[in-house]
């Protein structure tokens, strides 16, 4: 009689990447890079996650270049929403969005997106060495446990602490709010632009 195995991985973080530019584009991609750095000149912004670096105020969808940037990434949002099978009518709604800039040493504090379902942060401009997106294991006993700091012959979901995203330059990145997350340090002389954005699920009142 054969022994019958089951394997679950009944808890998940399902983050998307998706490159922009040869098939996909974003249209308004040189406008919203100019508009950070025209932000960061004239704004002093504001201090969240920030250590240094400029984070700008937030847009919503009332500004023109927040809504077609939306509009543009919306397709993705939705096929990265339907993993979590929602089984109501709903409207998918930009929340809020904001840019950042970061400069030489300039880095992000590990946070989480209070507020929001889904997160996103879509590259502007990434120097080499400008620094990883960071996200930590949402199973936060682990990082207390020597188990998981011994070397492993390859990193997989059963054994991570963290996942790193390399960012760049027209990467879109797609993750839950509530997992929390940082950005490394930039070495580069050249500023990562990037920007960041809060996605609401809306049930449609019937
Ligand atoms: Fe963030």
Known sequence: MNTVIEQFTPFATPIFTIQYGDQKIIKSHTKLKDKALSLEKEDDGRTISNEGGFQSNEFTMKDTLAHDFFHDILPVIH???SVFQLAYNHD???NNLWYNVNRKNNFNYAHTHGGSNYSGIYYLSVPENSGKLVFNNPDTMIKNLTFYGQPMKTFNEYNSTQFNVIPKEKLLVLFPSHIE????????DEPR???AFNIIIQKEKL
């Open 92 to 94: 998918t709604m930009l």
């Open 193 to 195: 632009i990037s920007i």
């Open 79 to 81: 096929q990265y929403t």
């Open 181 to 188: 997350h940082y950005v490394e340090p930039n070495k580069s």
